[in-house]
């Protein structure tokens, strides 16, 4: 199946909105799909080997939404004494609020709305995440997305999404009937599902993007992710 993509068809959750339950409630319910179909695993799989005891690293996490992510590597770094400062970037001002007041107890954590193709840090970072939001670029951007993720790091870089297949379509589709039934959830997980990159798509991107010497991995769930690493790349985290 191709890709579909039309640029002028908006993610509910990507579109000028305030602060509402409808939004709040939107983002709990990406928060739980993460923890219950593997992208907490996924990236955890990576921080495990990245982040060391008694490190002090600076992460960026490109588009956070709620800041699930940031969150759950400063729990990680807590338990194990080591130091992060993490810039969080979304370019959606309520849902940078949302992602705030979930983060009160989390200072390690700095929010910045920001547009991940006009954004330029003054200093580089050890470790750049990217989670679940290449779909949401045309073919063109996201391929500038991984080219800046790359750049911006003097480290490790690792971007995750979805891995489009019938699959992942039919599978969304049951879930967003049965379970996840709110509108902004169905209709974009399932805009999702269609948008995602297949597996050799990201890998096109990566090369086009300037990745050389990178990991690429099919995980569960429909999941994907890309990295490179200082130094030699390794093939897989187990």
Known sequence: MKRSFDPALLEMMDREQPVSAELERDLERIRQLNRWFG?????????????????????????????????????YARKINAKVEID???????????????????????????????????????????????????????????????????????????RRSFSLVAGIYLLTTLIFREPMTRHDARLSAVRAFSFSEMHDL??????????????RFGRQAIWLEAGPASSSHS
């Open 206 to 219: 990566a090369l086009r993007a300037g990745w050389r010497n990178c990991g690429h991995k099919r995980f």
């Open 88 to 162: 969080a970037l979304d370019r959606q001002p309520a849902t940078l609020e949302i992602a705030r007041r979930l983060s009160v107890d989390y200072p390690e954590i700095s929010f910045c709305e920001a547009n991940i193709l006009e954004w330029n840090p003054v200093e580089t970072y050890d470790i750049t995440l990217c989670t679940l939001a290449l779909h949401h670029f045309s073919n063109e951007d996201a391929a500038r997305v991984l080219s800046r993720s790359r750049h911006v790091s003097n480290g490790f870089v690792l971007v995750s999404d979805l």
């Open 39 to 75: 992208s907490y695993r996924l990236v955890m799989r990576f921080i495990r080997h990245w982040i060391k005891p008694a490190d002090t690293l600076r992460v960026v996490d490109l588009a956070t939404g709620s800041g699930d992510i940031p969150r759950l590597i400063v729990d």
